[in-house]
């Protein structure tokens, strides 16, 4: 069963610096592009930023263009995102999935909350 756990997240001033991880189980991880996606309150979800299934290609949202950065482990079966100069609305739960160049999976994680604020 697929199984996607994020972690990461907390509370930041706006400029501040986080690192999100996804653990990934239950499918096979290494042909599977993944992305992180973000919903903020009142708002539909949305992919922020996705990486092919050997990490040569990534994609990201204009608004966070050299702020953002993803990567993966395929032999953890982890990637992350690492989110520098963080703005307030960077404001989400921030969930991981399969994205892009693969289809997102029917399971969702519990996500994890990011909160930029001073």
């Known amino acids: 069963q697929v199984q996607l756990v994020e972690s990461g997240g907390g509370l930041v001033q706006p400029g501040g610096s986080l690192r999100l991880s996804c653990a990934a189980s239950?499918?096979?991880?290494?042909?599977?592009?993944m992305g992180w996606y973000r919903q903020a309150p009142g708002k539909e979800r949305e992919l922020v930023a996705a990486?092919?299934?050997?990490?040569?290609?990534?994609y990201y949202k204009d608004s966070v263009k050299g702020r953002f950065t993803i990567s993966r482990d395929n032999a953890k079966k982890t990637f992350y995102l690492q989110m520098n100069s963080l703005k307030p609305e960077d404001t989400a739960v921030y969930y991981c999935?399969?994205?892009?160049?693969?289809?997102?999976?029917?399971?969702w994680g519990q996500g994890t909350q990011v909160t930029v604020s001073s």
């Open positions: 999935n399969a994205g892009w160049l693969s289809s997102p999976f029917g399971s």
């Open positions: 239950g499918f096979t991880f290494s042909s599977s592009a």
């Open positions: 990486i092919t299934s050997a990490g040569g290609g990534t």
